[in-house]
């Protein structure tokens, strides 16, 4: 059984930081993408940051230059830090992983931002 376990989320002040991690199990995604998506209240899903299995990046431009998302394979476990946290990226946090046509999610993390 695959689960992907999200863990680093939590309330902080604008201007401030968080690490996301993610970790995988069940099966192996070093040669797989991962990502990060993120879901406000009342807004769908959005992409926030991608990852191949070749360490390439791709990222929301409302996020490019403040986050950043990287991989540890030995770990199975993808991170996004966070950095210069505006309210505005207050919502629920998930990651997920592609297994060919089969995309797989975390239960999510919530991120809160306070003004």
């Known amino acids: 059984q695959v689960q992907l376990a999200e863990s680093g989320g939590g309330l902080v002040q604008a201007g401030g930081s968080l690490r996301l991690s993610c970790t995988a199990s069940?099966?192996?995604?070093?040669?797989?993408?991962m990502g990060w998506y993120r879901q406000a209240p009342g807004k769908q899903r959005e992409l926030v940051a991608g990852?191949?299995?070749?360490?390439?990046?791709n990222y929301a431009d409302s996020v490019k230059g403040r986050f950043t998302i990287s991989r540890d394979n030995a770990k199975n476990t993808v991170y996004l830090q966070m950095n210069s946290l505006k309210p505005e990226d207050t919502a629920v946090y998930y990651c997920?992983?592609?297994?060919?046509?089969?995309?797989?999610w975390g239960q999510g993390t919530q991120v809160t931002v306070s003004s």
């Open positions: 997920n992983a592609e297994w060919g046509l089969v995309v797989y």
């Open positions: 069940g099966r192996v995604f070093r040669r797989n993408g």
């Open positions: 990852i191949t299995s070749g360490g390439s990046t």
